[in-house]
């Protein structure tokens, strides 16, 4: 431990040694050879006085020393007792940390809960946290973190620890809990302070937030393996993008790990362009001929066989790799295009996501300009669901396409909103009488009066019309009578690939020859 002298201590230190050199040479005691006395002797009576001095000064001396000393020591005990405090709080909120919250939960690892009682342990993430920041800046985040951290400390127990792990994702761990019923009471609780309106930049607020839990105990139960659980749990309330919780189970494991697995393979497939575009024609139902082709993506996976679309697209979305499926996707629609009679259309279809995104008209405009394909040959596909969710967006978007000259079909029509507005502000040039209606048009009088109404409407509005999943020939005469002009389905072809749809123009030119 090392002490520095202030600049008074020092005065002080060097007064005492003078007033003592100066006594001991007065009285004689230390006569060096040769120096003068440079003084009168002191008289006998003064010693005692000059005594005093000398002592009052050494005696204020050492008291100054220790009251620096504990000075110092207090100071250094407070900056010690800061950084113990920092490394365990989050100093935003004043929330324990993640280190903190590892000690908790190792406790509550190793101390099970008492007979009938459960811990949990409870991952929340707050929805739409990232708007916030986007929309209202850095400072408005900060304040929904803090709002979040007292919100949720008002809903839990004495006792009850909640802890800031990073980000906007906040970790209760309630020991002792009477039952599983209660953890969900707690995590209702905690929904419903969130929900409460608040002010976040001068803007009323209400946070909504998704909540995986893990109860304890389990076997093999360790810090790590609990927090997975919870948030794997949390992972599938998120997906509901409102409030909600969920607590973990085998089942939803299976299915996160099967995801993750997904994903992973997804990445790889995706780099080795190993999704391909397959190809199902789309028919004129008067002349049975061949006027476009449907592009639909294919992966056959080599252990897990061929998955289906909806699952890889899904998941493409997710992590923001639709729009290069999809430029791949395109890119190789457009040699195969090529290689098509010119009056041959190919029909693409487009993720709600990339409608969101403002540049996507001129970069697909961009590409199909790179591959050679005149954009009067393309018609993209779209649902109703891509129109609702940002319509701004999506006019922008398809107002860049239509203006080159491709052409817009709404897809799955009559399982949406079916929405008459849509039909006539969306400028579109085609509706898709969505699969599920044209199978059961045999079955159920309802299914047949629909698709016979949205014929009607189609036709009626000057929109081209195509049936899909055409299976039977009753129902293609059904449709064909409806004045249903276009179909597609298994009764003329499935999805074929690239090099397989030439020889269907062939057969086409033979069945004509013959
Ligand atoms: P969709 O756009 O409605 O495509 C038509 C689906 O109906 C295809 O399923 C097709 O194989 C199936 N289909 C066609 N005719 C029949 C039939 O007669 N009977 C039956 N039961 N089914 C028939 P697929 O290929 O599994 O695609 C499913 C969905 O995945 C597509 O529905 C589309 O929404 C999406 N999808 C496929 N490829 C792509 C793609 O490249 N990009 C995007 N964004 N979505 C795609
Ligand atoms: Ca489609
Ligand atoms: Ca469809």
């Known amino acids: 431990m090392r002490h520095r002298l202030t600049l008074q201590d020092t005065g002080m230190l060097i ?6 050199a100066y006594v001991l040479l007065e009285v004689d005691v230390f006569v060096v050879e040769g120096v003068k006395p440079a003084a009168e002797s002191i008289e006998a009576d003064e010693l005692p006085i000059l005594g005093m001095v000398l002592s009052v000064g050494l005696l204020l001396f050492a008291w100054r020393r220790m009251r620096a ?10 900056a010690q007792a800061k950084l113990r405090d920092m490394a365990f709080q989050d100093a935003l909120t004043g929330s324990p940390n993640r280190r903190c919250l590892i000690e908790r939960l190792s406790m509550a690892v190793a101390s099970p809960p008492a007979a009938g009682t459960v811990h949990a342990v409870m991952v929340i993430d707050l929805n739409g946290f990232k708007r916030i920041n986007d929309v209202f800046g850095h400072g408005a985040g900060d304040q929904a973190l803090v709002t979040t951290a007292q919100r949720v400390l008002s809903a839990i127990r004495d006792g009850d620890m909640v802890a800031r792990i990073g ?5 209760i761990v309630a020991m002792q809990l009477p039952s599983s019923e209660s953890a969900t009471g707690l995590a209702l609780r905690v929904l419903e302070a969130l929900g409460k309106p608040t002010m976040i930049a001068g803007v009323e607020q209400r946070l909504s937030a998704g909540i995986g839990i893990c109860l304890l105990p389990f076997d093999g139960a360790t810090p790590d393996e609990t927090l997975r659980r919870a948030d794997v749990a949390l992972y599938k309330a998120k997906t509901t993008g409102q409030s909600t919780l969920r607590f973990f189970d085998d089942a939803l494991d299976k299915q996160v790990r099967e995801r993750d697995e997904l994903e992973r393979e997804f990445r790889r497939a995706l780099a080795a362009c190993e999704i391909q575009p397959f190809f199902q024609p789309i028919v004129d139902l008067e ?5 476009g082709f449907e592009a639909l993506a294919r992966w056959r996976h080599a252990t897990l066989g061929e998955i289906p679309p909806e699952r890889f697209v899904a998941v493409a979305e997710d992590i923001g790799l639709i729009t290069t499926l999809s430029d791949q996707l395109l890119s190789m629609s457009c040699k195969a295009a090529l290689t098509w009679p010119e009056h041959v259309r190919l029909s693409f279809n487009l993720s709600p996501v990339e409608l969101r995104d403002i540049n996507r008209g001129q970069s697909l405009l961009d590409l199909i300009a790179k591959n050679g394909l005149s954009p009067k040959r393309l018609e993209v596909e779209i649902t109703e669901s891509a129109l609702v969710r940002d319509m701004n967006a999506a006019r922008c978007v398809l107002g860049t396409l239509r203006d080159a000259g491709i052409s817009i079909a709404l897809d799955d029509f009559g399982t949406g909103y079916s929405s008459l ?3 006539r502000n969306f400028k579109l040039d085609r509706i898709k009488i969505d699969r599920s209606f044209v199978q059961s048009m045999q079955k159920e009088r309802e299914s047949a009066e629909i698709v016979a109404a949205l014929v009607g409407l189609g036709t009626g509005l000057g929109l081209a019309v195509t049936a899909e999943g055409i299976e039977g ?10 004045g249903c002009a276009q179909g597609q389905g298994f009764l003329f072809s499935r999805a074929v690939s690239a090099a397989e749809t030439n020889q269907m123009f062939a057969d086409e030119v033979d069945h004509r020859c013959a």
Not at 69 to 78: N, V
Not at 167 to 171: A, K, L, R, S
Not at 287 to 291: E, H, P
Not at 473 to 482: A, F, I, N
Request: no cysteine; proline share 0%; hydrophobic share 35%.
């Open 15 to 20: 007064g005492a040694l003078l007033v003592s």
């Open 69 to 78: 000393q504990k000075q110092e020591a207090t100071a250094r005990m407070e």
């Open 167 to 171: 980000g906007d994702e906040f970790v």
């Open 287 to 291: 002349t049975s001929k061949i006027i």
């Open 421 to 423: 507005y849509h039909l």
């Open 473 to 482: 020939t009753t129902e293609e005469d059904r449709l064909r009578d409806l």
